[in-house]
């Protein structure tokens, strides 16, 4: 199997995140290929809790396609195995940072959306926010890349 990473590399980085807010990636975390993310790590400067959010963009509106359960992190890497969430192409990770601090880049290296509270349904593009920060969050998105059955 294959995979490839969205989002912002899982390192110590020079700035944190604010909590209680949903988070998405359009510039790093739009999926290239159908695919199943099987793992994620964040880098966190406070312990935590996140939801993984997967959306999709239907014009106007962005729609929450999938979420994870609660997952916890702790303070610096946490690699958190297990996971089952299946994406499309097209479709942009995200998170919901329900406590803690995640490193993020300092404003002006990198970009994403933001929103106040947990994100639960279809909300309109004008409602997200623009952030000059990518947070230390990323995914491992593996696909299968065999021929299906015998030779």
């Known amino acids: 199997m294959a995979y490839t990473l969205v989002g912002g590399p899982p390192t110590n980085k020079s700035d944190t995140n604010s909590h209680d807010n949903s988070y998405m ?4 975390g739009t999926f290239a290929h159908n ?16 939801k993984v959010k997967i959306f999709s963009d239907d014009g106007s509106n962005y729609v ?7 997952l916890s992190f702790g303070t610096g890497l946490t690699t958190i195995t297990g996971l089952w969430l299946p994406v499309r192409k097209g479709w942009i990770f995200g998170q919901f940072i329900a406590t803690g601090h995640q490193d ?18 279809t909300t309109a593009k004008g409602d997200w926010g623009a952030v000059t920060r990518v947070h230390a969050f990323q995914g ?9 059955g015998g030779s």
Not at 25 to 28: F, K, M
Not at 35 to 49: L, P, R, S
Not at 64 to 70: D, I, P
Not at 140 to 148: A, H, M, R, S, W
């Open 64 to 70: 929450l396609e999938r979420e994870s359960a609660v």
């Open 25 to 28: 990636y359009p510039d790093t």
């Open 140 to 148: 491992k998105v593996f696909t299968y890349v065999g021929p299906i």
């Open 35 to 50: 695919g199943i993310i099987k793992e994620v790590q964040i880098y966190g400067n406070v312990a935590g809790t996140i």
């Open 104 to 121: 993020a880049t300092a404003a002006g290296e990198g970009t994403g959306l933001y929103i106040a509270n947990e994100v639960t349904g």
